[in-house]
C-alpha cells in the first residue's frame, strides 16, 4: 500500500498499520528554501503563480517522506475572487481592502464569475497531480463560512471578532444572506478542486470557538453540512474545527467524513464521542516542533499509542507548522510515525 492509498483508506475508516502523515501548513517559514523564494516573490504572487505554488507544496515532500501534499493557496483567495482583496499588514496578521458595511455591500459580492478568478488554482492541482502522480495523495482545502465572514465583516484580522458576531446577532436575516452566498461560491470552488484531482479537501473553520453553542449551528454548521451534501458524494471531506472539547456531542451530525482537532482535545476522548465512522485528524501540539527531537518521539509515540488500533486516525499537527519549527523536529517526527507499528 503505497501512501496515497494509506491516507484514503483511512478515510474510510479501513487503515491498518501506521497512521498516514502530513503536516498543516507545510510550507513555511521554517524551510530555508521557502525563505528564498520569499526573497524574490510576494506571498500573493507565489499564490497566483501556479509553477510557485507548486514549487512550494512540493518542498516537504522533497525533504521529509509524507504521505500527502497540501496545495498553497490561502482561504481569503475566496473573498478576493468575490470581489474583497485582502493584503498583509505591516504589523502583522490581514487586512481586507474594506470592511462589509451594510446589506448593500453584500449584494455587490460576485458569487457567479468568482470560481473562474480562481483558475490559477485549479492549474497549480493539475500541475502538482503530474508531479506527484499516484503515489501521494493531494489535498485541497478553503475557509469555512463563518471564518471566511469573520474576515470579510471585520475587515480583516481582529480580537474576537466583534463586529461579525455583532451582526450575526442582531442582523440574522443579511447575515445568512452572505453566509448563503459565500457557500454557493465554495460549493463550485470545491466541486472544482474535486475535478482536479484531490483526494480530500479540508475546511478550515479556524475561529469556530467564537459561535455560542446556541449559534453554533445556525453560524457555522448548518452551512458547513450544505457545501458537504453538495460536494461529500465527489470528494472525501475534513472539518477542521477549532472548537471547544467540552461541545464535541454537537459535531456528531455533521456530513462530513472527518474531524481535525487542535491539541487542546485528548484525541482519544473524541473517539468516545464521535461517531465511529469520522476518520480523526491530529493532534500534536505545534510547540513541540520547537523543542527538541527526543521530545518530538516522545510526544508522538505517547499519541501513536493513545490511538493504537484506530483505522480511522491521520496524524497531524493541531495546528499549522510555525515560523520557529525545527528541520530536526520535523525529521524526528516522520521518523518516528514512520517506524510506528
Sequence with gaps: MNSREKFISSLHN???????????????????????????YTFLEMVKTPELAVEVSLQPLKRFELD????????????E????????RDQGGIGMEFKLETENCINKLDADNS??????????????????GDSKAMLG??????????????????PDFPRTVNWAKT?????????????????NYLNMQASSGVDAIQIFDSWNALCPDKYLNEW?????????????????????????????????????????????TKLSDARKILPSSFTLQGNLNPNVMETSPDNVEHKTLKLLNEMRGDSGHILNLGHGIRPNAKIECMEA???????FT
Design 333 to 339: 517526527l516522520v521518523k518516528t510515525t514512520r517506524e
Design 81 to 88: 475572487a468575490m470581489g474583497q482583496p485582502y493584503y498583509f
Design 115 to 132: 470560481v473562474d478568478k480562481l483558475s490559477y488554482v485549479k492549474d497549480a492541482l493539475l500541475l502538482l497531480r503530474k508531479q506527484i
Design 171 to 187: 442582523s440574522p436575516n443579511s447575515f445568512a444572506k452572505l453566509m448563503e452566498k459565500i457557500s454557493s461560491v465554495l460549493v
Design 220 to 264: 457555522s454548521l448548518y452551512w458547513i453540512n450544505q457545501i458537504s451534501l453538495e460536494v461529500s458524494n465527489k470528494v472525501p471531506i475534513i472539518l477542521y474545527a477549532k472548537t471547544p472539547s467540552g461541545r464535541l456531542h454537537l459535531f456528531s451530525n455533521c456530513k462530513v467524513s472527518g474531524i481535525s482537532l487542535d491539541h487542546k
Design 14 to 40: 479501513k487503515n491498518h498499520g501506521r497512521p498516514p502523515l502530513w503536516v498543516m501548513r507545510q510550507a513555511g517559514r521554517y524551510l530555508p528554501e521557502y525563505r528564498k523564494l520569499r526573497e524574490k
Design 141 to 158: 482545502f478553503c475557509g469555512s463560512p463563518w471564518t471566511l465572514a469573520c474576515y470579510m465583516i471585520d475587515g480583516g484580522s481582529s
Design 68 to 79: 500527502a501534499s497540501i496545495i498553497f493557496s490561502d482561504i481569503l483567495v475566496v473573498p
